[in-house]
């Protein structure tokens, strides 16, 4: 390589760079995102349990010896342009490994609806897998204590029709 095509190369790459940077700083007031984080409060208290999304009470329910649930999973399905939200109950006490499961989905003219409660006591955590039109939540086998049989999976579909 002689030092002409090095002095070359190097002017190409500053311009690249000086390129890049200029439109970098042209676009940092007018960049585009997918979606803001909705703000979530889950509470507890005198016997009832509740979930807040954005500001707007969705779910109230009756959760005497709870802690407040827990977000297990947030995702958007965009086949149903649809978001859904899957809450875990934290029961005090160690009999349960979690509690019921809530699933509340959102509409793209943003009403929540929240469906009907999974009855769970744990184990192990449910897998959550989302596809574009669906949301499933599997809840694996676990042994009982003390005798040879198990309490056998269980696999929960919500798929959103629009």
């Given at each position: 390589m002689n030092g002409n095509s090095l002095?070359?190369?190097?002017?190409?790459?500053?311009?690249s760079f000086v390129f890049c940077f200029l439109l970098l700083l042209v676009?940092?007031?007018?960049?585009v995102y997918?979606?803001?984080?909705?703000n979530i409060l889950t509470k507890s208290g005198k016997g009832f349990c509740e979930i807040e999304i954005n500001g707007r009470s969705v779910?109230?329910?009756?959760?005497?010896?709870?802690?407040?649930?827990?977000?297990?999973?947030?995702?958007y399905l965009y086949e149903s342009n649809e978001k859904v939200f899957v809450?875990?109950?934290?029961?005090?006490g160690n009999a349960c490994d979690g509690g019921p499961i809530h699933v509340i989905s959102q509409s793209n003219d943003g009403k929540y609806e929240p469906?009907?409660?999974?009855?769970f006591c744990g184990g192990h955590f449910p897998t959550i897998?989302?596809?574009?039109?669906?949301l499933s939540i599997l809840i694996?086998?676990?042994?009982?204590?003390?005798i040879s049989e198990k309490i056998p999976s269980e696999n929960w579909i919500l798929r959103i029709m629009s």
């Amino acid at each position: 390589m002689n030092g002409n095509s090095l002095l070359c190369m190097i002017k190409n790459k500053i311009f690249s760079f000086v390129f890049c940077f200029l439109l970098l700083l042209v676009s940092l007031g007018k960049c585009v995102y997918a979606d803001q984080e909705p703000n979530i409060l889950t509470k507890s208290g005198k016997g009832f349990c509740e979930i807040e999304i954005n500001g707007r009470s969705v779910l109230k329910y009756e959760c005497k010896g709870f802690y407040p649930p827990s977000l297990l999973n947030s995702s958007y399905l965009y086949e149903s342009n649809e978001k859904v939200f899957v809450f875990i109950d934290n029961p005090m006490g160690n009999a349960c490994d979690g509690g019921p499961i809530h699933v509340i989905s959102q509409s793209n003219d943003g009403k929540y609806e929240p469906h009907k409660a999974i009855d769970f006591c744990g184990g192990h955590f449910p897998t959550i897998v989302t596809e574009p039109a669906k949301l499933s939540i599997l809840i694996p086998s676990i042994e009982v204590d003390g005798i040879s049989e198990k309490i056998p999976s269980e696999n929960w579909i919500l798929r959103i029709m629009s």
